[in-house]
């Protein structure tokens, strides 16, 4: 008798949501396609214990859609987490959406994806991501209410990238405090990866308080603006990751931290704006950890933009905005601390005050 042996590529695709590596218990995955628009998206709820789950859309060219299923579900999880350390009264959402942003984006795509967010009846609320603009936001604002990031001139409290990249900022002053004793980045080799709205602001704050800026990114006209804005230097070696810099700040796509990069990193400092740097949270964190190198966790740090998006329902102003995110320098501090007493991560540290607050919550509504 013959036995038919699946490989576990084929194993993974029986069950393609539930059996994917990054499914952590989501509450739902919405698959929305409109062939009259070309619309292909993916809305991943992670969890809405402590509030509607609120999170950017992202769209971007992804090589399959099994990319673009796994980058949804990392990135709604770390939503959750995000909005729980930050003391937000949010759960954890993304969207995706499948294309090329410069190239297949329209007004009727963005309208029709906005009707599938208000199909969800307020369970997610959308905001602006990777390949979207405050613009985008305003569009998908016409067909529903579930929708953040909406232009200032509209109600809104306009583009988030700027209170992101000041979150950012406040992290990455306040790891240098933990690994160089202070937070003043004067003097300090800073190479900034991925030079987008969010990168080009961290250029700025770090150039004005007097850091060396290296910037690197795929865009060459991108890289020529900022040069000459900002007097930052474009990055000419061969590894990014091996630069002689103190502080790497990711602030492009995910995972850039893994088996292929932690080896060759100089730097004693990574502080940036991507989502899911971590190509393996416990494996890489534990490489970083032995190597001595201060991580300051993304799901923190770059928790500006949500601070800032969840002003327009919480009606607090641009005062309480700044002020929110800066404390993620008090909080990025405590991390720290807490990962050094209790021997874990960085990462551990903070995703362990994270699950707690969202645990306590649904203990005390049980």
Known sequence: ME?????????DKIAPVFGQQSFNDHEQIVFCNDPDTGLKAIIGIHNTVLGPALGGTRMWNYATEWDALNDVLRLSRGMSFKSAITGLNLG??????????????????????????HS???KYITAEDVGMETADMDLVRTVT??????????????????????GVFMGMKAAAQYAYGSDNLEGKKVLVQGIGHVGEVLVEHITNEGGEVY??????QRLESVRDSYGAKIFTGENVYAADVDIYAPCALGATINDNTINALKAKVIAGAANNQLADENLHGH???????????????????IINVYAELENYDKQEIIRKTENIFDTTLEILSMAETEGITSHQAALKIAVERIENRKNSQS
């Open 3 to 11: 036995v038919d042996v699946l490989s576990l590529d084929q194993l």
């Open 120 to 122: 969800l009846s307020g």
């Open 287 to 305: 490489m970083l950890q032995e190597r001595g190198i201060v991580y300051a966790p993304d799901f923190l740090i770059n928790a500006g933009g």
């Open 215 to 220: 910037i690197s990114d795929i865009n060459q």
């Open 145 to 166: 209410p579930y929708v953040t990031g909406i232009s200032e001139d509209k109600g809104g409290a306009g583009n988030p990238s700027p209170i992101t990249a000041y």
């Open 92 to 117: 954890g959402g993304k969207a995706v959406i499948i294309g090329d942003a410069k190239t297949q984006k329209t007004p009727e795509l963005m309208k029709r994806f906005g009707e599938f967010v």
